[in-house]
């Protein structure tokens, strides 16, 4: 199928170079660098040279990068590829993590969305349900100054008072 | 001519056929798919930019797969 394959020197077993065509191959395990992460590379790589997806077997995709101009080196070749495999390793990395904090992700656009909506209308607030329970709050933060702390109430001194009264009397 | 062999589970076939349409005044296509892959013959009308020809035409088939968000 090509004319000239041949193992690059200090590259691993799965990268081969073309020099008639100007062009690397590297096979990617797909059960390690899913296929998203393999098409995040290859458009990243569009710009600077032409990139072609194979599967040579059902284990492999074969990642062909032929540089634009048509005559590059042995060292140009090998920078090439190894710049794509750091950049299919993020992509990679990138998308691992996406997929576990796909749910805080999804929850705070929600309330992006939710936000962007602007404030609720009064009959939006005439309609909300209020008979949930309230949270429990033992130490007492959600009470104002004035119920924790504050002068007492007329009702609260009167009744101080007769209390007061009905001590005295009774000594 | 040359055969370019675009696997089905890579490519997505309206991506192909975009690809085939938006060089059709560079290169004469002919599309002859097989089981496993969408097959596009090529034959540039320009010799001496062959290589530019077909490589742009691959990069154009993958980025507009990738776009459609990959293969079916």
Redesign the interface.
């Known amino acids: 199928m090509l004319a000239r394959e041949h193992p690059m020197t200090d590259t691993p077993p799965n990268v081969q170079a073309d020099t008639s065509r100007g062009a690397v191959l590297l096979e990617v395990d797909p059960s390690i660098y899913p296929?998203?992460a393999i098409?995040g590379a290859?458009?990243i790589f569009?710009d600077r040279c032409?990139?072609?997806?194979?599967?040579p077997s059902d284990a492999a995709?074969r990642v062909t990068l032929?540089t634009?101009e048509?005559d590059p080196d042995d060292a140009a070749l090998r920078d090439l590829v190894g710049q794509f495999a750091n950049e299919l390793l993020s992509c990679a990395w990138r998308r691992q993590i996406t997929e576990e904090n796909r749910t805080l992700i999804e929850a705070v656009t929600a309330q992006a969305l939710a936000g962007a909506m602007g404030p609720p209308s009064l009959d939006d607030l005439a309609d909300f349900d209020f008979s949930d329970d309230g949270f429990e709050d033992p130490l007492g933060i959600a009470q104002s100054w004035e119920e924790k702390h504050g002068r007492k109430t007329p009702k609260d001194s009167a009744s101080q008072a007769d209390s007061k009264d009905s001590e005295e009397a009774s000594s | 001519m040359i055969a370019l062999?675009f696997?089905r589970?890579?490519?997505a076939a309206a991506a192909v056929d975009e690809a085939a349409e938006a060089f059709a005044a560079l290169a004469a296509i002919d599309r002859a798919d097989d089981d496993d892959a969408l097959v596009l013959h090529v034959t540039p009308r320009y010799p001496k930019h062959s290589?530019?020809i077909?490589?742009?035409l691959?990069?154009f088939a993958?980025?507009k797969?990738?776009d459609r968000g990959?293969a079916p």
């Open positions: 296929l998203e098409y290859a458009y569009i032409y990139v072609f997806l194979d599967r995709v032929q634009k048509p | 062999r696997p589970d890579l490519y290589r530019r077909l490589g742009e691959q990069n993958l980025a797969t990738i990959g």
